[in-house]
């Protein structure tokens, strides 16, 4: 079987578990949030090998080189033979900082907080 050398960017995306449906990957490309070569792309892109691609989820910027073009969704373990994640360090201790903090949560039907409680809540978050 030959193998193909260019792929929709929405689809790579999904069959390399990077967005878990294509739909998401589409729209994470119409919001531009996705990148090659820092620029912002549409979902019928085409990628190819040696592409450089920046992908925005939350506050957090991963970055990806493509090592093989891939059609098809793909088990977790053969994942990265098909790209190189070359996502900085920084960016990491982003991930590993937000799930320290717990997020404030108030009760259901409580109404909003006032002056005092957000006093409060933002001492906790160190905003003072």
């Known amino acids: 079987m030959v193998e193909k050398n260019t792929t929709r960017i929405d689809k790579w995306l999904w069959a390399v578990r990077v967005y878990k449906t294509r739909s998401m990957a589409t729209d994470a490309c119409a919001g531009g949030k996705v990148k090659i070569d820092n620029n912002a792309v549409k979902a019928s892109r085409r990628v190819r090998i040696g592409d450089q691609i ?12 493509v090592i093989k073009i891939a059609e098809k969704r793909m088990s977790a373990k053969i994942m990265p033979d098909y790209l190189n994640d070359i996502t ?3 960016e990491l ?3 590993k900082s937000s799930k320290v903090f ?8 409580k109404g909003r907080p006032t002056k005092k409680e957000r ?10």
């Open 102 to 109: 717990s997020i404030q949560t108030r009760e259901k039907g």
């Open 88 to 90: 900085p360090e920084e």
């Open 54 to 65: 920046q992908v925005r989820k939350g506050a957090i910027k991963y970055e990806y080189i």
């Open 93 to 95: 201790a982003k991930l």
């Open 119 to 128: 006093r409060t809540m933002d001492k906790i978050q160190g905003k003072y």
